[in-house]
C-alpha cells in the first residue's frame, strides 16, 4: 500500500443545520458525553447519517487493505477521531464536522480504490521522459486525486478554480490548465511543467 500524506483541510459548501431529534449513528447514543462532539453527531441526523456512510467505507477500506494494512488504518481512524472531536473549538462546529467527514470518506475511497477511478494517466515534466507524474481521478464527494512522483503518492482534494482543473494535497499541487500540467512537489520546490504522454504509457 503507498504512503499519501496527509491532505489539507477544506472548507466545503452545502453544509447542515443542526436538529434536535434523535439520530442513529453507527455507535452508540446511550453513553455520550454532554456537549461533546458525539452528542452533536447523536443529535443531528445529516451528521448522524455521514457517520453510517463513513463506518460503511471504512469496513470497505479495510476489507481492502487486507492483514499487513489493517494496523495502520485503525490507527488512522482513531486519529481521524480524535481530529474530529476537536471540532469543538470551532465557531461552526456542524460545518467542521461535516467537512471532516466528508474529507475522510473521500480520502479512504481513494487511497483504497473504492470508486472506480479515471487513470492512471502519465505526464512527462519538464522535458525529461523518465521525470513522470500519474494521476488517477475518483468521482468522491469532494472529488480527488491520486498523484504519484518518484516513489512517493500524494492524496489531492479538487479546489475551486477559474480554468481548468486543481488539486491541493498538503504539500503538492497538481494544477491541469489548457493541456498542460504544473505540479509542485514539496514546501516550496519549483514548479514542473508536465504533457500528457502520448498512449498514455510508462516508461
Request: some cysteine; glycine content about 8%.
Amino acid at each position: 500500500m503507498p504512503h499519501f500524506k496527509t491532505p489539507m483541510v477544506l472548507v466545503l459548501a452545502g453544509l447542515p443545520a443542526l436538529a434536535s431529534e434523535p439520530a442513529d449513528p453507527s455507535f452508540s447514543c446511550a453513553r455520550v458525553r454532554s456537549g461533546s462532539i458525539a452528542e452533536m453527531i447523536c443529535q443531528t441526523p445529516a451528521l448522524a447519517k455521514l457517520d453510517q456512510q463513513l463506518a460503511a467505507v471504512y469496513r470497505q477500506a479495510s476489507a481492502k487493505a487486507g492483514n499487513p494494512h489493517r494496523p495502520l488504518l485503525k490507527a488512522e481512524q482513531r486519529g481521524w477521531i480524535k481530529g474530529r472531536n476537536e471540532c469543538w473549538k470551532a465557531e461552526d462546529r456542524g460545518q467542521c464536522v461535516t467537512a471532516s467527514y466528508r474529507l475522510r470518506i473521500a480520502e479512504l475511497q481513494a487511497r483504497y480504490a473504492l470508486l472506480k477511478g479515471t487513470g492512471p494517466l502519465f505526464f512527462e515534466c519538464d522535458g525529461i521522459p523518465t521525470k513522470q507524474v500519474l494521476a488517477t481521478y475518483y468521482p468522491s464527494e469532494p472529488p480527488t486525486a491520486v498523484i504519484e512522483f518518484g516513489d512517493s503518492s500524494s492524496l489531492m482534494y479538487q479546489q475551486p478554480a477559474a480554468s481548468g482543473s486543481r488539486y491541493q494535497g498538503r504539500n503538492e499541487s497538481f494544477w491541469e490548465h489548457q493541456g498542460e500540467v504544473t505540479v509542485v512537489w514539496g514546501h516550496e520546490a519549483p514548479q514542473m511543467k508536465c504533457q500528457a504522454r502520448a498512449g498514455g504509457a510508462r516508461q
